[in-house]
C-alpha cells in the first residue's frame, strides 16, 4: 500500500515558519492556555516551539499509539501514558503535528476533561484531508504522508520493513521520499546503518 502514498518533507525552517503563523492566530484568537499539552512523540517538538513563541513554559504531554507502519494506522488508538499534572479548572491546548482521522486528539481531548480541565483547545501543524473532525487550530491541509525532520530515520527504517521481501518497491518508495524534500545524504547514511545492522 505504502508505494500509492505521496510524500511531504517540510524543513525546519518552513515548520517554524507554520508555528509562528499559527501562534499569532491563537494568540488573536483571545485563547490564553494555562498549560500546552503535547500528543507523544509526535507533538513533543511542535509544543515546545509554541511553548518559546506563546511565552509558555507550561508544558506536559501524554503518550497515544495509533500507527503501525507507514500509512497504516490502528482503528482503535490507545492512551500509553496520562497526564501526571492537575490541571482543575484550566484552560488548554492540545498540540500534534498531524491529525490524520482525528481520533487520537479526540481521545486526549476526553482524558484532559476528565482530568478537569475547563476547556480545551486543539493545534496541529497539518491535517489530512480525510479527517473527520478538525482541529481549533491547523496550518495546512494535505492528502500526503508528512516525513518530519525528526522522523526521518524511522521513517526509513518503516518503508524498510513493510518491503523487507520487495527491495525494487522499497527502494521506489525511498526515491519518493527523497523528491519529497528529503535529504539524499541522510537517506543513504540511515540506508548504510541499517544495511550494516543487517549483516552483524
Known sequence: MT???DFEAPSWKRIYCLLL????????????????????RGGWLPARILSDLLGNPNLASVKVESYFGIGNAEVCPKLTESLSRDISGQSDILVDEVVDSGSS????????????????RTAALYLKSCCRSKPDFFEKETSCWVVF?????????????DYKHDT?????????????GVSKRLITRFLREFSEAKSC
Open 21 to 40: 503563523n499559527q501562534s499569532q492566530k491563537i494568540y488573536q484568537s483571545g485563547f490564553k492556555p494555562k498549560t500546552i499539552v503535547a500528543i507523544s
Open 105 to 120: 486528539m479526540e481521545l486526549v481531548a476526553r482524558h484532559l476533561r476528565e482530568r478537569g480541565a475547563e476547556e480545551v
Open 149 to 161: 525532520p525528526w522522523e526521518v530515520r524511522e521513517t526509513i527504517r518503516e518503508i524498510l520493513d
Open 168 to 180: 525494487i518497491r522499497a527502494k521506489a518508495v525511498i526515491a519518493k521520499v527523497a523528491e519529497a
Open 3 to 5: 508505494e500509492t502514498i
